[in-house]
């Protein structure tokens, strides 16, 4: 059974576009993430929300828009795509630690590779 | 603000040639430690952790101790094989947050 999963696997569009990628989780945990990873392999959180509440929000352009119906599903979508964009974008998801803080692993999807054309 | 720097890559080793990744971290309270691995074409998976100072995490082989006084989290492996080629990550997770900060990552290439 896939703990976290993505779809899709791979995304191939033109600039402008607008396009979605969704996450969905199986563990039960309580926090999911969005990080985007270029290609020299760095990893930038993007947003992370913690039972569908919105707790972190990095310097994202506010193209990229987060959405959480659930707890188990946190979903991103993308406006008006550029050339930058281009990366792959991993969900993540951890169970707080109870400290009112995330100690805990992050298990992460296998990625959407993105290419902006 | 916490971070982490690890040591920049690529390290390319010969099987069975020990493996020694450097990680140093700034945080401000106690946080865990940990390594992930990224194995090429997938998404980070944990390779160890530490929750508190002295505590060593292993796994496959590796290892990695938490050194407060030297705010290090070094990982080693006695003989990498091929199949530990990949890029590893060293991360911090802080109490009272909701954010990993994870280090620059450093690709490993393992030759037969």
């Known amino acids: 059974d896939t703990a976290v999963s993505q779809t899709p696997k791979y995304l191939v569009t033109q600039m402008g576009n607008d396009k979605s990628i969704k996450c969905e989780q199986n563990l039960g945990h309580d926090t999911m993430y969005w990080y985007k990873q270029d290609s020299k392999k760095f990893l930038k959180i993007m947003f992370s929300y913690n039972n569908k509440e919105l707790i972190i929000n990095e310097t994202v352009p506010n193209r990229f828009s987060p959405k959480s119906p659930d707890k188990a599903h946190l979903n991103l979508h993308i406006n008006s795509l550029e050339l930058g964009d281009s990366a792959v974008y991993f969900c993540?998801?951890?169970?707080?630690?109870?400290?009112?803080?995330?100690?805990?692993?992050?298990?992460f999807g296998p990625g959407t590779r993105l290419l902006v054309l | 603000g916490d971070s982490v720097t690890q040591m920049e890559g690529p390290v390319t080793l010969s099987e069975e040639a020990f493996l020694t990744i450097n990680c140093t971290y700034t945080a401000t309270g106690y946080p865990s430690l940990f390594w992930y691995v990224q194995y090429p074409g997938e998404g980070l998976q944990l390779l160890l952790k530490a929750t508190k100072a002295d505590d060593k995490g292993s796994n496959k082989g590796f290892e990695a101790t938490y050194r407060k006084e030297t705010t290090s989290f070094h990982l080693e492996k006695g003989s990498v094989q091929v199949s530990d080629s990949a890029v590893y990550f060293c991360?911090?997770?802080?109490?009272?947050?909701?954010?990993?900060?994870f280090g620059a990552g450093t690709r490993l290439f393992v030759k037969a």
């Open positions: 991360a911090l997770s802080d109490t009272g947050g909701f954010k990993t900060i």
């Open positions: 993540a998801s951890s169970q707080d630690g109870g400290s009112g803080g995330v100690r805990e692993t992050q298990y």
